[in-house]
């Protein structure tokens, strides 16, 4: 148990589809992170958030859009789809910006159809 | 650009025979260096951090090192249960965010 919870861990969807993924972080930190990783590829950073500011958007497409509402809540919603998108999406968090040891959950599989 | 090169991509050991996986990064700067395991179907679980070349850290089987242009990660005598992907990871100074290499998949066989 890493204190950093992803729901749902799986979930197919086809491309029409809206659907939503939660991070909740019981760390008492500051920052929350997306990262999407695909097979045999490095991890993509998509969003960060400081404070529940967004302070980077790694040019991810609109068809993803993030929500922090508090700093232990965080939240990715999907729209339009694409099969390319199927990934694991892993929420991490970490205690500031600055103090960079993030400490990850255990990610959603996502397989858009 | 911040960059960060694994390898091997794979690396398949029997139980006891010791070895090394390499992160070799470019910054500009480097405010630190971190290792993580990842089992399938899980997130990363945090190993390490290494913030100056000549630094060594050590946990169980395990020993990470620095030096100006990569990282060493020392597995000795190795286990079945240590079998995971090892993700290295570059923090360079004034940046936000981790740059992630692809990772080594290592197999320790019975």
């Known amino acids: 148990e890493t204190g950093v919870t992803q729901t749902p861990r799986h979930l197919v969807m086809g491309m029409t589809n809206k659907k939503s993924l939660k991070c909740e972080q019981h760390?008492?930190?500051?920052?929350m992170y997306w990262y999407k990783q695909s097979a045999k590829k490095p991890l993509e950073l998509m969003f960060v958030?400081?404070?529940?500011?967004?302070?980077e958007n790694n040019s991810v497409p609109s068809r993803f859009s993030p929500e922090c509402p508090n700093s232990s809540h965080l939240f990715l919603h999907l729209h339009t789809l694409q099969p390319e998108d199927s990934a694991l999406y892993l929420c991490?968090?970490?205690?500031?910006?600055?103090?960079?040891?993030?400490?990850f959950g255990a990610g959603t599989r996502l397989s858009v159809l | 650009e911040d960059q960060v090169t694994q390898s091997p991509e794979a690396l398949r050991l029997q139980e006891g025979e010791s070895s090394s996986l390499n992160c070799s990064y470019t910054?500009?700067?480097?405010?630190?260096l971190f290792w993580y395991r990842q089992d399938p179907g899980k997130g990363p679980e945090f190993l390490f951090t290494?913030?100056?070349a000549g630094e060594e850290k050590e946990k169980e089987r395990l020993k990470a090192t620095l030096t100006k242009k990569e990282s060493f990660l020392h597995i000795t005598a190795p286990k079945p249960e240590d079998s995971a992907t090892y993700l290295c990871a570059v923090q360079s100074r004034g940046a936000q965010k981790l740059v992630f290499g692809q990772g080594t998949r290592l197999t320790i066989n019975p």
């Open positions: 991490a968090s970490s205690q500031e910006l600055a103090v960079n040891i993030q400490y």
């Open positions: 290494l913030y100056s």
């Open positions: 910054v500009s700067g480097l405010r630190g």
């Open positions: 958030y400081s404070l529940e500011e967004r302070v």
């Open positions: 760390l008492g930190h500051n920052a």
